[in-house]
């Protein structure tokens, strides 16, 4: 049995690419006085977002952004087939919880940083398999919640080395449909989880960037294409560690990124002014750069095909702290204005 | 029953030469990898850190240092003036912990502001601030020696074994 709408090993080509409607974002305050705050459709001024704790803050803003995608496509929540949602805190409850409120069927999804791209990647499945009309992935990360959850409690008068990366405080939806306006995702390669024996959790553009080159490296073997073949390769949270070490790697297996690669972790912040050290990080972070600043570059035109991959620490602190090392994986999804 | 307290496993077997092989490739590979990274990697600013650790911490102490000399000038012994100055410094950390600057002196004076007694306040009141949504027996009690216990823990230790030490050599 072949598979019709596979190309080389890991790669998928949809026969009828799905579009893109519509996009949303929520941020926290940090991420709107960053270098793309005017991007975002809103910015929360407030981490806490008006609620009690932080982990319901999170919750909230991932309601927010399933909702605005919905209305800004014109729908009802009754007209989505499936939600495809994650985050990064234990048993994901903000997915669960958003999802309770929402009512939409759902299946729940851990990537850590990369959920973004691997619930689009499944999102175009449904859709292309002919198995749904509306379909909405959607992420959430928010800073406070992470850090206690993975590191030390926010009030913690502690140092954070210069590979420490900040969890980005927001949330991103995207909705896709068989037809309609908008980008249309073409291909999605989908990720190994590498492991490079990187141990140290404040230092995951490391741990990441392998994973990423090895989905970037497939998908050009698959396709028979290269870097010159897009307007802009994109990494998830790579930060300004990983993203270096990625060109580097790339540059050994004689890709040429240096004109056209960027990671969403390097942008979302201005780490000079903003204490970011190596960048953001977290599931937002891909998710609303995405819903944000490049879908906006999609529909300008300005880009007419992108490769992004969204890539996820596989970090547990139980894993960690029992001497385990720190697994990386990366989605890659190409998407054409 | 001594055989029966041993950890469950499979037995050891002998590798073979070729997964001898893999696994030296393997540890090879990922010791080449870390080369690469650690030249990526931004330094930590060691001097400058240390600077502002030894004034920063300097200072803290410096406070405590007047603070015994008040306590002292009225009238406490030199014993006591410590114990009252430790209250003093700790109800000073955690003070600036619940107001938000502690952490924000952390960024800066990395250990300067973790080793004095300040900082373990700092350990004890961020976890407790933290946890209390999780309410005040699992949340605040049973989270708040998160980072101070292991310091109680050795600690402790470390004094009764300096104490059975004292008490035969002396």
């Known amino acids: 049995m072949s598979a019709p709408k596979r190309v080389g090993q890991h790669t998928l080509q949809f026969a009828n690419p799905p579009v893109i409607v519509a996009t949303a974002s929520v941020v926290g305050p940090k991420e709107g006085e960053g270098p793309l705050g005017d991007t975002f459709d809103m910015v929360v001024d407030d981490s806490y977002f008006g609620e009690e704790t932080w982990e319901k803050a999170e919750r909230k803003m991932l309601e927010e952004a399933v909702k605005m995608v919905i209305a800004k496509a014109q729908l009802k929540p009754q007209d989505i087939d499936f939600l495809l949602a994650g985050d990064l805190l234990n048993q994901t409850i903000s997915a669960n919880y958003a999802a309770r409120t929402l009512g939409i069927p759902f299946l729940g999804l851990y990537g850590a940083c990369s959920t973004m791209y691997e619930g689009m990647a499944l999102a175009a499945m449904l859709i292309d398999g002919g198995f749904a009309h509306h379909v909405v992935a959607a992420c959430s990360s928010h800073y406070d919640t992470a850090e206690r959850q993975y590191r030390f409690p926010t009030e913690q008068g502690i140092q954070r080395p210069p590979t420490a990366q900040w969890t980005v405080t927001g949330a991103g939806a995207v909705l896709m449909a068989p037809v309609g306006n908008g980008p249309r995702v073409t291909h999605a390669t989908i990720g190994r989880v590498l492991d490079v024996g990187i141990k140290d959790p404040n230092d995951m553009g490391s741990a990441m960037a392998p994973a990423a080159v090895d989905t970037i490296v497939r998908h050009f073997q698959d396709t028979g294409r290269g870097p010159i073949d897009y307007d802009l390769i994109i990494t998830g949270d790579l930060g300004r560690v990983g993203l270096e070490i990625a060109t580097k790697l790339l540059g050994e297996k004689k890709y040429d990124v240096s004109k056209n690669y960027s990671d969403c972790g390097v942008l979302i912040y201005d780490h000079e002014r903003q204490d970011t050290h190596a960048g953001g990080s977290g599931c937002a972070c891909s998710a609303v750069v995405f819903a944000g600043h490049l879908m906006g570059k999609l529909n300008e035109g300005r880009y007419k095909r992108i490769l992004g991959v969204g890539t996820g620490a596989l970090l547990s602190t139980t894993a960690t702290q029992q001497g385990e090392s720190i697994p990386g994986i990366g989605h890659g999804v190409v998407i054409e204005g | ?170």
């Open chain 2, 1 to 170: 029953m001594a055989g029966s307290t041993k950890q469950p496993g499979p037995p050891k077997k002998p590798l073979t030469l070729a997964e001898q092989v893999m696994q030296q490739k393997q540890t090879y590979d990922q010791q080449a990898y870390q080369r690469l990274a650690d030249s990526v990697k931004p330094r930590p600013r060691v001097i400058v850190n240390a600077l502002n650790a030894f004034w920063i911490g300097g200072v803290i102490a410096a406070l405590a240092q007047v603070i015994t000399l008040i306590f002292a000038s009225a009238g406490l012994n030199p014993r006591d003036a410590a114990a009252a100055t430790v209250i003093v410094m700790v109800f000073l950390g955690a003070l600036l912990t619940g107001l938000g600057i502690y952490d924000e002196i952390g960024k800066v004076a990395g250990a300067g502001s973790i080793i004095p007694i300040t900082g373990f306040a700092n350990s004890i009141v961020a976890p407790a601030m933290e946890y209390k949504r999780e309410g005040f027996v699992f949340g605040v009690a049973s989270r708040m020696f998160t980072i101070a216990g292991p310091v109680l823990v050795y600690g402790f230790i470390v004094s009764v074994l300096i104490g059975l030490i004292a008490y035969f050599f002396s």
